[in-house]
């Protein structure tokens, strides 16, 4: 298989499972969200590390551990990566898929505010006018709720600030998912552990298929990360950029049409105006990716010219 067809079959493959945990996560029931996010952080820490075994990928790891500031980086990441796990299982559990997908729709402007406010990046027009139309919907869906839609914000926020951190730390994604997940396991399993003192815990007391599926929640977090990882080396930004908004797209789908989740008009124009805002960032983003490589080919032509000139004047 070619390797751009098989970037975007595994950029695909990621953006579909990650659009289906809904279904994963509200078949984890009764299991509260703070427990199944337990059980996430764990079992990711063990699928990771037989990856990793597999891949004999240790020794890069062992590199990374000894990098003191990349190893802080890492520590803050995880807290923004657990709020995010945990907020998303918190929505899917309490009916609040529909607003959790706003979250994710969101999210690539939140990205475009972090550029300004923490990279001081400058925007060019049609970004601001996204920024400015995204700003538009919150306001409109917060109204129609009555209530900010902090669960959409927390998402995009966390998830935004996580990638940023991820970004500028560089990290390979198995690694880097490995040592996150290590350092949010020993408050896991203390959670955990205090569940079954008190003999509140699911695992193992539900039925076998539950436990199974509690145990699989780290699988079901590895796998997507890694297809997604592989296909960030092979694919377009703006293929990845565009195939990115089908995630949340399946997660509307499924509030709406199998969870019965309420879509009233004031929500729907909500949702449109956050469309819109996206429709005018994948254009911008598009047109510029478009332009630079443009340039960078123009560039490219003009050096044998040039050099052809400097050895045409030195003979």
């Known amino acids: 298989m070619e390797p751009l067809r098989r970037g975007y079959l595994s950029a ?3 953006n579909i499972m990650w659009g289906v945990f809904p279904l994963y996560f509200r078949a ?4 509260g969200a703070v427990e199944v996010l337990a059980h996430r952080i764990v079992w990711s820490l063990i699928s990771v590390a037989v990856l990793l075994t597999a891949l004999s990928r240790w020794k890069a790891l062992k590199a990374l551990a000894k990098d003191r500031k990349r190893l802080a980086g890492i520590s803050v990441a995880a807290v923004f990566i657990a709020v995010n796990w945990g907020v998303y299982i918190f929505a899917v559990d309490t009916n609040h898929v529909v ?15 972090l550029g300004v406010l923490v990279l001081r990046e400058r925007l060019r027009g049609l970004q601001w006018v996204a920024l400015g139309v995204g700003l538009v919907a919150v306001v409109v869906l917060s109204v129609d709720n009555g209530r900010v839609p902090w669960i959409a914000l927390t998402l995009a926020g966390s998830f935004g600030t996580y990638s940023l951190i991820k970004k500028q730390l560089g990290l390979p994604a198995g690694e880097g998912l490995f040592l996150e997940s290590a350092v949010l396991t020993l408050p896991a399993l203390a959670f955990l552990t205090w569940l079954a003192a008190r003999h ?3 695992f193992g007391t539900v039925s076998v298929w539950h436990t199974v599926m509690l145990a699989g929640s780290g699988l079901l977090t590895a796998v997507p990360l890694l297809l997604f990882a592989e296909a960030a080396n092979r694919v377009p930004l703006s293929g990845l950029g565009i ?7 399946l997660q509307l ?3 709406v049409l199998v969870f019965h989740e309420p879509m009233p008009p004031g929500r729907l124009a909500g949702f449109a105006i956050v469309w819109l805002a996206l429709s005018i960032f994948t254009v911008d983003a598009i047109r510029h990716s478009r332009q630079r490589r443009a340039t960078e080919a123009a560039a490219a ?3 044998p010219a040039t050099a052809n000139s400097v ?3 030195t003979s």
Do not use: C, D, K, M
């Not at 984890?28 to 299991?31: M, Q, S």
């Not at 607003?99 to 505010?113: D, M, R």
């Not at 195939?243 to 797209?249: D, F, S």
């Open 99 to 113: 607003e959790a997908s706003l979250g994710y729709f969101i999210n690539p402007l939140f990205v475009i505010l």
């Open 12 to 14: 695909l493959s990621a």
């Open 28 to 31: 984890l029931r009764p299991a």
């Open 200 to 202: 509140q815990q699911t």
């Open 243 to 249: 195939l990115q908004y089908l995630t949340p797209t």
């Open 301 to 303: 032509a003009e050096e």
């Open 253 to 255: 789908i499924l509030g």
């Open 311 to 313: 050895s045409t004047t």
